[in-house]
């Protein structure tokens, strides 16, 4: 196992081609920002995955139970998603879904990656018969699309649904439904590409705008300064305690 945690190391595609997460951009990304943290190949790169599901019946809402699984990507291909090192962190069981109430929940685990990812912790090497301080980095988070709403605190219904275009979302109310749609796919495509004057295809009209710019971590932050989030369940006994007072 200690040799397998160096693999990515020596691995990485010579072909242009994806194999591996550590052939992604996103591992690029952090290879590139935190030149100090890539310098130890045995620091690990983490995923966070989330989802809930019914244990007894699919139809049934009477529970449900939320797995919080950390996977480790230093591993082989072949190795890194199997039962074995699959890390189970958290399992949340209940009549119904933690909804935002996850950051609760996921509170001690987040307080443990940051002390990963700042401090590290002491850790033997049997390979080399050495101590090092190992650190970790959580990559990304695997989940679906309302997962995301509670995890990312990003807006996932309504009419700026989409966090990639966020108020430049195109959307449409479907008359009979009542329900919003998210349009303007086309603009991710190249500006010359033929499907962007297929109009019969699309209701009738050409795509000839930009597709939207990515907006940055530090903008996010910017734009949520002013936000008011309560988080959490609230206190039952601090209600007690004021109406006996």
């Given amino acids: 196992m200690a040799n397998d945690l160096t693999w990515h190391s020596t691995h990485t595609s010579k072909d242009g081609k994806m194999r591996h997460p550590v052939d992604s951009p996103a591992w690029e990304t952090i290879d590139?920002?935190?030149?100090?943290?890539?310098?130890?190949?045995?620091?690990?790169?983490?995923?966070?995955?989330?989802?809930?599901?019914?244990?007894?019946?699919?139809?049934?809402?009477?529970?449900?139970?939320?797995?919080?699984?950390?996977?480790?990507?230093?591993l082989p291909l072949w190795k890194c998603m199997s039962n074995d090192n699959l890390m189970l962190t958290l399992l949340i069981p209940g009549p119904k879904q933690p909804g935002n109430d996850i950051d609760v929940y996921l509170q001690p685990l987040i307080e443990d990656l940051n002390e990963l990812w700042h401090t590290g912790v002491e850790v033997y090497d049997v390979a080399s018969n050495s101590t090092f301080n190992l650190k970790a980095i959580l990559m990304w988070t695997v989940n679906d699309f309302?997962?995301?709403?509670?995890?990312?605190?990003?807006?996932?219904?309504?009419?700026?649904?989409?966090?990639?275009?966020?108020?430049?979302?195109?959307?449409?109310?479907?008359?009979?439904?009542?329900?919003?749609?998210?349009?303007?796919?086309?603009?991710?495509?190249?500006?010359?590409?033929?499907?962007?004057?297929?109009?019969?295809?699309?209701?009738?009209?050409?795509?000839?705008?930009?597709?939207?710019?990515?907006i940055f971590g530090k903008e996010v932050r910017l734009a949520c300064d002013e936000v008011e989030n309560d988080f959490g369940k609230k206190r039952t006994w601090d209600k007690k305690e004021k109406s006996e007072s």
């Fill in 146 to 214: 309302p997962t995301y709403g509670n995890l990312a605190g990003c807006c996932v219904k309504g009419r700026y649904a989409c966090p990639a275009c966020g108020l430049k979302t195109c959307f449409e109310r479907l008359k009979f439904s009542n329900k919003n749609v998210c349009l303007g796919h086309r603009r991710f495509l190249p500006m010359n590409h033929t499907l962007r004057k297929k109009n019969s295809w699309f209701k009738g009209v050409e795509e000839n705008g930009d597709k939207p710019r990515i």
């Fill in 32 to 74: 590139n920002t935190w030149p100090c943290f890539t310098l130890d190949p045995c620091n690990l790169r983490l995923g966070l995955a989330v989802d809930g599901f019914n244990p007894f019946r699919n139809l049934s809402s009477t529970h449900s139970t939320w797995p919080v699984v950390l996977v480790t990507y230093n």
